[in-house]
C-alpha cells in the first residue's frame, strides 16, 4: 500500500434496519433515482423549451414502466452479457437479484421497451418520449455509481504512479492503491453528463436529437470511465484491450451518433 493511499470508509450497507427489515444504501440510490426523475421531470414540464408530451399523470404512468424496465432489464442484461454459462447451469438464480449483478445496458434496453410501450399507448411518437425523458437519467446514474463506491464494489484499477486521491479497498482482498472509479463514474456519466443535456435540452432541439446525445454521451464517458476501472475478474480484458463495458458501449456511440446525424438532416 502507497503510504499516502487513503483506505475506502468501509460504510455499513444497511443504512436503515428495523428488526429484520433492512434497507441498504444501494436500495436507496435507486429510490433517490427515481426520485429525480419525478422532480426534474415536473421541472422539465414547465420549462419553456421542454416538449409538451407528457404530463404529471403521463410521467407517474411512465416511472412505472421505466422501474419494471430497468429491474427486468438490468437483470437480464447482467446474465445475457455478463454471465450467460453460468445462469444457463444456474436458471433458478437468474431471479436472485438480492444477490446483486444489474447491467446498466441491460436496463437501458429496458427503459427503452418501457417508453416504447408508453409510447404506444399514448400515440406518441417514439423520440418526443425519449428526448423528454433523457435528461432526467444522469442524476439517478450518478446515485448509483454513489452506492456503488459506499457498498467499495466495482473498484478501480491499481495506481502505478502516487495519485493523492488514491484509495485502497479491502474487498479487493489486497492493499493496492487503487482509482475510486465509481466517483469517476459518478462524475463522467452522472453529473457532467446531466450538465450538458439539461443546456443541451433546454432549447428547441430537433426530434431525436436529445437521445442521440444521451446515448453517445453516455458510451463515451462509460469508455473512459472504464480506462481506469478494474475489468470484472470472471471476464477480464477482452478482445482489442476492451472490457465488457467498453464493448457494449460502442454500440451506443454509434447508434447515438446516427440519431444525431438523423435528427438534423431530417430538421434541414
Sequence with gaps: M???????????????????????????????AFAAVLILGRLRMKASGA???????GLDDLLLY?????????????????KPAYYLQHPAEIVAIWQGGMAFHGGMLGVIAAMGFFAWRRRIEFFRVADFIAPLVPLGLAAGRLGNFINGELWGRPVESALPWAMVFPQAGDMLARHPSQLYQMLLEGLLLFVVLWR?????????????????????ARSLAEIAREPDAFLGVLSLGLTMGQWLSLPMMLVGAVILLWSYRRSN
Design 66 to 82: 421505466g422501474v419494471i424496465g430497468v429491474v427486468l432489464g438490468g437483470r437480464l442484461g447482467y446474465v445475457l452479457f455478463y
Design 51 to 57: 416538449p409538451a408530451v407528457i404530463d404529471a399523470r
Design 2 to 32: 502507497a503510504p499516502s493511499a487513503l483506505v475506502h470508509p468501509q460504510f455499513d450497507p444497511v443504512a436503515i434496519s428495523f428488526g429484520p427489515l433492512a434497507i441498504r444504501w444501494y436500495g436507496l440510490m435507486y429510490l433517490v
Design 200 to 220: 443541451f435540452s433546454a432549447r428547441a432541439r430537433p426530434i431525436g436529437a436529445v437521445s442521440g446525445l444521451f446515448l453517445f454521451g453516455y458510451g463515451l
